[in-house]
């Protein structure tokens, strides 16, 4: 498969089929997904995977959670700014509407989009997910590294014919995830990423996002 091709065919995923990925497949795609640069090389990101028999723990652990308190917990970062401006509102706000008309959940059915959203917490029924932290001495540039990251193992998981989705929903529940994988108090949750055999009956995975227009964002001076 070609980058370009690789590029193309990675989707954000939301629903998967109950069929299990070697553990050897994540850990040879993580392994090279290392050579992704950083600045100064400093490779700020630490990974843990669940897999079988601890994705099954962990789904235990947040059927709990979720039972005790589905709001989730206090987050240790905003998602997003307050009070998002235009056009980045705009394009939220697009994708969200795409994807519950995909879903057959209209605007006044505020249940039903909270319902949904707990699919999150589930790892839309992934078989096996990545955990991504980092140090919480690290900045910005060191947050977008772990983006460089995490694109090149998208992309690699694309390449074994494996669907992903990057998920910061996780960023509600970095008490739970933290204890669960044993991560030293050093460390600082920044995502969770899903991966698995598409469900490509799932009419929420039909759902292609919109990108800008090149002049918008592309500059030439
Ligand atoms: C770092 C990161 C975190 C994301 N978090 C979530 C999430 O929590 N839940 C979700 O459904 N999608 C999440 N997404 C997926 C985005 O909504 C998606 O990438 C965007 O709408 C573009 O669609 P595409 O990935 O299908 O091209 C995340 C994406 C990134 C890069």
Same mark, same amino acid.
């Given at each position: 498969m070609s980058v370009s091709a690789a590029v193309a065919a990675r989707t954000s995923t939301r629903a998967f089929l109950p069929l299990p990925v070697e553990t050897a497949i994540i850990a040879s795609v993580l392994e090279r997904a290392a050579r992704a640069p950083s600045g100064g090389n400093l490779q700020p990101w630490h990974l843990y995977v669940l897999n079988g028999e601890s994705m099954a723990r962990f789904r235990a652990v947040m059927d709990q959670r979720l039972a005790? =308190?589905?709001?989730?917990? $206090?987050?240790? +970062?905003? #998602? +997003?700014?307050? /009070?998002?401006? /235009?056009? +980045?509102?705009s394009r939220r706000y697009a994708v969200g509407e795409a994807m519950y008309a995909l879903l057959g959940?209209?605007?006044? =059915?505020?249940?039903?989009?909270l319902q949904w959203l707990q699919n999150n917490d589930r790892f839309f029924g992934a078989p096996a997910a990545v955990f991504c932290f980092t140090d919480r001495i690290m900045g910005p540039p060191q947050w977008s590294d772990l983006g460089m990251m995490l694109q090149t193992a998208m992309l690699l998981f694309?390449?074994?014919?494996? !669907?992903?989705?990057?998920?910061?929903?996780?960023?509600?529940?970095?008490r739970t995830v933290s204890g669960f994988v044993g991560a030293p108090a050093e460390l600082m949750l920044f995502c969770g990423?899903?991966?698995?055999?598409?469900? $490509?009956? !799932?009419? #929420? =995975?039909?759902?292609?996002?919109?990108r800008a227009a090149a002049h918008e964002f592309i500059t030439v001076v």
């Amino acid at each position: 498969m070609s980058v370009s091709a690789a590029v193309a065919a990675r989707t954000s995923t939301r629903a998967f089929l109950p069929l299990p990925v070697e553990t050897a497949i994540i850990a040879s795609v993580l392994e090279r997904a290392a050579r992704a640069p950083s600045g100064g090389n400093l490779q700020p990101w630490h990974l843990y995977v669940l897999n079988g028999e601890s994705m099954a723990r962990f789904r235990a652990v947040m059927d709990q959670r979720l039972a005790e =308190n589905p709001a989730g917990e $206090t987050p240790e +970062y905003a #998602v +997003y700014p307050p /009070d998002l401006k /235009d056009p +980045y509102r705009s394009r939220r706000y697009a994708v969200g509407e795409a994807m519950y008309a995909l879903l057959g959940i209209g605007r006044d =059915n505020k249940m039903g989009r909270l319902q949904w959203l707990q699919n999150n917490d589930r790892f839309f029924g992934a078989p096996a997910a990545v955990f991504c932290f980092t140090d919480r001495i690290m900045g910005p540039p060191q947050w977008s590294d772990l983006g460089m990251m995490l694109q090149t193992a998208m992309l690699l998981f694309a390449e074994q014919g494996l !669907a992903t989705c990057a998920q910061e929903a996780w960023c509600r529940w970095p008490r739970t995830v933290s204890g669960f994988v044993g991560a030293p108090a050093e460390l600082m949750l920044f995502c969770g990423l899903a991966i698995g055999h598409a469900d $490509t009956a !799932a009419p #929420v =995975n039909r759902l292609r996002t919109e990108r800008a227009a090149a002049h918008e964002f592309i500059t030439v001076v």
